[in-house]
Nanobody
Framework: QVQLVESGGGLVQAGGSLRLSCAAS????????MDWYRQAPGKQRELVAG???????NYANSVKGRFTISRDNAKNTVYLQMNSLKPEDTAVYYC???????????????WGQGTLVTVSS
């Protein structure tokens, strides 16, 4: 079984920075892609940034140049460095990961519990 645990959310003033972390734990698994999504009140969940096992990244236009996604494969951990934060970045941020587990390499997809980021103006 695999679990995702997120950390790093909080309250920050506009222009400030935060770093989110998401660690996958368990045994017998291999992670492929890891992503960060967010959901603001009254809005749909949206993709913020993603990183493949190869290291290729993609970003939402709204965060390009401000956010950086990275991963430590040895720790099965993905990070989201968020700089120049704006009030409109306020949302619950969710980590998502997919991969395979077990000797039959069964596919799995997991979501973290979410971490709240609040940016004050």
């Amino acid at each position: 079984q695999v679990q995702l645990v997120e950390s790093g959310g909080g309250l920050v003033q506009a222009g400030g920075s935060l770093r989110l972390s998401c660690a996958a734990s368990g045994s017998g698994f291999s992670i492929n892609a890891m992503d960060w999504y967010r959901q603001a009140p009254g809005k749909q969940r949206e993709l913020v940034a993603g990183i493949a096992s190869s290291g290729n990244t993609n970003y939402a236009n709204s965060v390009k140049g401000r956010f950086t996604i990275s991963r430590d494969n040895a720790k099965n951990t993905v990070y989201l460095q968020m700089n120049s934060l704006k009030p409109e970045d306020t949302a619950v941020y969710y980590c998502r990961a997919d991969g395979t587990i077990g000797p039959r390499k069964r596919y799995f997809e997991l979501w973290g519990q979410g971490t709240l980021v609040t940016v004050s103006s």
